[in-house]
Nanobody, 130 residues
Framework: VQLQASGGGSVQPGGSLRLSCTAS????????IGWFRQAPGKGREGATC????????HYAESVKGRFTISRDKAKNTVYLQMNSLKPEDTAVYYC????????????????????????WGQGTLVTVSS
């Protein structure tokens, strides 16, 4: 049972990357999935999350309009499309899941924002630099 994140790399400001998070050993149905990031010297923060049961999505203000989370149910994979990347997006990006029992959109947003998800994959490094 694991989450495998991939797709990180180095890109110039303004560029794009797509991260993938593939679950193995379990189905993502019934879980919320999030992309979280940790920049050097900073705490972990939620970038974006998606709920498979309620259909909620949430984006941090810092990525809204530039990042898009999506899910391919057949591939048991969640993607993070990152466009218009900025140097401040440089971080290790993690995907994580949590049972989709938040009870309300507000609780979902709080858990996403606090990176309060229970099962984590390894990270993938994204570096945005000229």
């Amino acid at each position: 049972v694991q989450l495998q994140a991939s797709g990180g790399g180095s890109v110039q400001p303004g560029g794009s990357l797509r991260l993938s998070c593939t679950a193995s050993g379990f189905t993502l149905d019934g879980y919320a999935i999030g992309w979280f990031r940790q920049a050097p010297g900073k705490g972990r923060e939620g970038a974006t999350c998606i709920s498979t049961i309620d259909g909620y999505t949430h984006y941090a203000e810092s990525v809204k309009g530039r990042f898009t989370i999506s899910r391919d149910k057949a591939k048991n994979t969640v993607y993070l499309q990152m466009n218009s990347l900025k140097p401040e997006d440089t971080a290790v990006y993690y995907c994580a899941t949590d049972p989709d029992y938040f009870g309300s959109y507000g609780a979902f947003v709080r858990s996403c924002g606090r990176a309060d998800f229970g099962f984590w994959g390894q990270g993938t490094l994204v570096t945005v630099s000229s």
